[in-house]
């Protein structure tokens, strides 16, 4: 059983330029979440999707980043005209849906280090 | 705003002793997941814990929640060169999103023989 899978693992894109990074859950996972890791830091939450839904965006930055998590194929995390602030590892995390007091593992992606220089 | 803290955020030991690090968090969290990270790569989840009084083991490793005073502790018994990583803490928001949860910024265990 496949576990969450994120491609590309690194990204280096310019200044400007924009990144697309891709997850695909777990098999029977549908239920998916964008963390951001800055260096030395832990993950910060950005997103949580089901599919055709954003149910939680409250740590997306406002501008540059959208995410989506269509009927069909994978997630994905857009930043448009990138900076270098943005370099971070991204990660994604899927869990099925029982509830939060089931104690739902939420189980994470090798993430994607991007890089814009 | 829950916020969460680990200490320490370093930790230098002995192959064979035993150590405690302490998570709190500053207010009501419904979860407390402990994950263990090694340098880059995923997160691997550890311990799910929900309820006041939890306590959960694993090999070298237990988890325990008091959720009155909003702590959590990991407790490394005799521990070995293996358990060198960087060990995490998570509260879920609590009346939040299933996936939104608060992370403590990590202690970075080193194990030497």
């Known amino acids: 059983n496949a576990g969450v899978m994120q491609n590309p693992r690194h990204l280096v894109r310019r200044r400007g330029q924009e990144a697309r990074l891709r997850c695909s859950p777990m098999?029977?996972?549908?239920?998916v979440y964008w963390y951001r890791q800055l260096p030395e830091e832990g993950l910060k939450f950005m997103v949580y999707l089901q599919k055709e839904n954003i149910i939680d965006e409250s740590g997306m930055p406002k501008e540059r980043f959208s995410a989506e998590f269509p009927k069909e194929g994978p997630s994905i995390l857009r930043i448009q005209q990138v900076v270098r602030g943005d370099s971070a590892a991204y990660f994604c995390?899927?869990?099925?849906?029982?509830?939060?007091?089931?104690?739902?593992?939420?189980?994470f992606g090798e993430g994607s280090w991007l890089t814009v220089v | 705003e829950l916020k969460v803290e680990q200490n320490p955020l370093f930790l230098s030991m002995q192959e064979g002793k035993n150590y405690t690090i302490y998570c709190n968090y500053s207010t009501t969290s419904d979860r407390l997941y402990w994950y263990r990270q090694d340098p880059g790569k995923s997160l691997e989840s550890l311990f799910v814990?929900?309820?006041?009084?939890a306590v959960k083991q694993e090999g070298r490793l237990m988890a325990s929640l008091d959720t009155k005073a909003r702590l959590s502790t990991l407790h490394i018994t005799a521990a070995v060169h293996d358990l060198s990583a960087t060990y995490f803490c998570a509260g879920g928001v609590y009346g939040g999103s299933q996936g939104n949860l608060i992370f403590g910024k990590g202690t970075k265990l080193s194990v030497k023989p």
């Open positions: 814990l929900l309820s006041n009084g």
């Open positions: 098999k029977g996972h549908s239920h």
């Open positions: 995390a899927s869990s099925p849906w029982e509830g939060k007091s089931s104690g739902n593992t939420i189980y």
